[in-house]
């Protein structure tokens, strides 16, 4: 077997025991088994070969995902029919109405908010898609949604890289969010947010692949004065981990009996809806 055919392989077992993945999770999964080298020469080579293998129909293409150019449509239907047994199986309750504390979960790069929304739906919890810094726009639209739930002592748990940027992009957060907070219209307004990966502790555990640091970045120097000159994409984190990790976050943070009860109720009006629909 050519190393290419063994590349190719290891792919198609690596996706058949997985959900869909990035193009970046599974070359880190490579470079994390010593398979391929930490380059751009690498990935490139990499890419080009899935290609082909997806061309070939050695890889499915739904097993590779590419969240950046997913095309944006109407929702359309064929019939009335149609329409209403879709809408009802949209309906949900307010998860929030019946939980202590609300909670989201911000991650860095749209790339991995497939993986996200996949883990949340069932629980109801929103994913924000960052895209690295937010927009003041987007800022001030998160700190209108914790405002509503002021009394549910808002939690936002951040995933990003581990680098100068993605460790910067938490205080920023912070402090953008903060500065809401401090005026008259969001008054109120409370928060907390906490940095649930990448850490330099999941570096360790799951001995990810680092990169050099990008001495362009202004915040280089001191990143490696702290930490040293590693730094490791969010992508290099196993996905069944961090499936974990995000259902981890939200078990921890709801009262999954009261989630429960009110699905017991959202099917049984589920049930009302079809019959008025019917």
Same mark, same amino acid.
Request: glycine share 4%; proline share 5%.
């Given at each position: ?99 202590? $504390?609300?909670?989201?979960?911000? !991650? /860095?790069? &749209? %790339? =991995?908010?497939?993986?996200?929304? #996949? ?106 004065? $702290?930490?040293?000159?590693?730094? !490791? /994409?969010? &992508? %290099? =984190?196993?996905?069944?981990?961090? #499936? ?35």
């Amino acid at each position: 077997m050519s190393n290419r055919e063994h590349i190719i392989a290891t792919v198609a077992d690596l996706l058949a025991h997985q959900p869909p993945m990035t193009l970046r999770q599974i070359f880190y999964r490579l470079v994390a088994a010593q398979t391929i080298d930490n380059t751009n020469v690498a990935y490139d080579r990499l890419s080009k070969r899935l290609i082909v293998a997806r061309q070939q129909g050695a890889i499915p293409w739904e097993q590779i995902e590419d969240r950046l150019r997913a095309p944006r449509a109407p929702t359309m239907w064929g019939s009335v029919a149609e329409f209403g047994a879709e809408v009802r199986d949209w309906y949900r309750r307010d998860v929030w109405e019946t939980q202590p $504390r609300y909670v989201e979960l911000w !991650v /860095e790069k &749209d %790339a =991995l908010s497939g993986i996200f929304e #996949r883990a949340l739906e069932p629980y109801g919890v929103a994913v924000n898609v960052a895209r690295g810094y937010d927009s003041w726009s987007a800022i001030k639209n998160a700190a209108d949604r914790l405002l509503r739930y002021e009394d549910r002592d808002p939690l936002i748990f951040y995933f990003g890289d581990f680098d100068p940027s993605g460790e910067h992009m938490v205080v920023s957060l912070r402090e953008r969010l903060g500065w809401f907070a401090a005026q008259p219209e969001w008054e109120g307004l409370r928060f907390t947010i906490k940095k649930e990966a990448l850490t330099k502790a999941d570096i360790r555990r799951y001995r990810l692949p680092p990169n050099p640091t990008k001495l362009t970045d202004t915040r280089a120097a001191r990143h490696i004065a $702290r930490h040293g000159d590693v730094s !490791v /994409e969010l &992508d %290099a =984190l196993p996905p069944e981990v961090l #499936r974990q990790r995000i259902v981890a976050c939200v078990e921890r943070t709801m009262d999954l009996r009261a989630l429960a009860r009110l699905e017991r109720r959202e099917r049984a009006e589920r049930k009302i809806i079809a019959g008025k629909l019917s």
